[in-house]
């Protein structure tokens, strides 16, 4: 070995230098350098771990077969990395096993850790600066030649095909990482919880009757003639009942399961980290969960900052127009209802005659002409498709020149209306501003979706508009106990589960004015996305039968269990959910949250590898009293 070139080892893996320069130590140095990662295997390094401080050794390494370059050398992989592998040409049994070898077969090899030339030196790869001098290998599984998929460039293969053959894809470089981070996060999160506060994991059933409101359930055929079980959509009440029973911290990761059809990016089976704890204030809860977070955050990512940002319902929506705001970036919502009562456009003074009605705008500040008109009115058909909004007015106004409006209602609006709106959004030259009118929250829901839209195609076009490398993590609280039903029908329901308890500065509406009833509800918001929610109890028998029962017309006696139990000697309680696969695809990047899920199921619930859900026979349902209806056409 050349000195420049030990000299350039030594310093590249400065770490080790103290085992390496007392190298004559050899077994001391071996066993120093059998990481854990390997311990209780027929290996002694893994394909990624080899440093200057193995040369001369003697190493066993086993992995898949990455490259084979005719019979020169293999380069073999496992998920901590690559080593590259000298295939000595004198050696005719090495040569032939080498010579017939596939990719992704899964071989074993020793030889002795070698320098590289100094020409041949990858410095873009960790074990570049080495190569092992081959003197034994085995197949120990040899691949098929044509596979179904490559794992080396699995980004060019198509999601289905990702999914058909996980087995593979679950090699590639990115789902190693990420199911490796979610696996130590995790450890870090029990290791929080259970060893160091006293938590108690408790697992609790999955064949579970149905839970009246909230979101649809999958129903499991029991033997019992029309009897069925449902599969929790979460252990809400378990975990309550838990609190009556004494166990006065209670978690779990749990696997939850909402049969909630076609919604984007989520899993009819997803998994939960369940919390409730007893005689606990919402306080409590907040701060145990922004403790948890930072002694769990996964070593090398931004660090987050706490106490998180807290935000109300009502702040996040008119300054948002979203109950989970995108906080990477600003281009806040402004009210400019009070300038447009009497500004000479009908189309808005109509929407706040009814005392309901406000007016709204959002600002791009020099929007370089990136927007045309089709663009907008694209964005705006979207903005009010996807919340169904067919009332709220979205008027986009450009401000050119001398300042002045180029606006459909530019001709109509009072001078002195515009002056004052561009006065308070501090419009100028280059300036896109889009207006909205309409009920309630609703023009600002618009022009929250019409923000984020912008932000996305303002990124697609190399404007960044998001700040990169950051975890905005944000409560909103102060949630309504109760909305309108959603599908329109009469009457109220939970905005979240019936189970919340009343704001205690607005429990005496309870029985008089349910729906201006705040709820003791949080959300965990982490860059637009709610990661997390949950709420103080209600823990009075009558007060949740009186919420059953008389607010949301529900039959309570599918709750006797819990309303017994409520009777018997309850504390005052409360708990939080989080959901771990959206936490953990956000803190990978990872573009959907099938990519920090090992096996996932496709957006229609079908697993494309086992091709469930599938059939079963006629036989079978027998025993489940079971016929299946003819399609109808
Ligand atoms: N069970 C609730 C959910 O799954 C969370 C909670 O209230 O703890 O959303």
Known sequence: MSFTLLRRILTKHKNNISFFKFGKCVRHCQISFLSDAVSFTDRTHTCGSLTGSNVGEKVKLCGWVQYNRGGKFIVIRDWSGITQVIVPTEKVEVQEIVQSLTFESVIEVTGKVLPRPEEEVNPAMATGDLEIDLEEIQVLNKASESLPIPVYDYHKVSEMMRMEYRYMDIRNKQMQRNLRLRSKMMMKIREFLANIHEFVDVETPTLFRRTPGGAKEFIVPSGQPGKFYSLPQSPQQFKQLLMVGGIDRYFQIARCYRDEG??????????????????????????????????????????????????????????????????????????????????GVELISNQLKTGNGSVVAIKIRDEKKLFSKKKLEDLKTMALKALNDTQTVVIPVRVIEDGSWQSPIAKHMKANVKDEISNDLDLQTGDLAILAAGQCYKPN?????????????????????????????????????????EDGGEGLESAHHPFTDAHPEDRHMLYTQPEKVRGQHYDLVLNGNEVGGGSIRIHDPDVQKYVLEDVLKEDSSQLQHLLKAFTTGCPPHGGIALGLDRLFAIICGAASIRDVIAFPKTQDGKDPMSKAPATVSQAELDSYHIQIKPKSS
């Not at 980290?273 to 955050?297: A, N, P």
């Not at 660090?303 to 807290?310: L, N, W």
């Not at 990124?459 to 490398?469: D, I, L, T």
């Open 445 to 485: 829901e618009v022009l929250g979706k019409i923000r984020l839209l912008f932000a996305d195609f303002l990124e697609s076009n190399g404007v960044q508009v998001r700040e990169k490398n950051v975890f905005n993590f944000l409560w909103v609280e102060d949630f309504p106990l109760f909305l309108p039903k």
């Open 262 to 343: 076609s919604k984007p990016d989520r899993q009819p089976e997803f998994t939960q980290l369940d919390i409730e704890m007893s005689f606990v204030k919402r306080e409590g809860i907040i701060k145990l969960i922004e403790e948890m977070m930072v002694y769990s955050w996964p070593e090398g990512e931004p660090h987050i900052q706490t106490p998180f940002p807290h935000l109300t319902y009502d702040q996040a929506m008119r300054l948002y127009g979203s109950d989970k705001p995108d906080t990477r970036f600003d281009m806040k919502i402004t009210d400019i209802t009070s300038r447009c009562s009497d500004g």
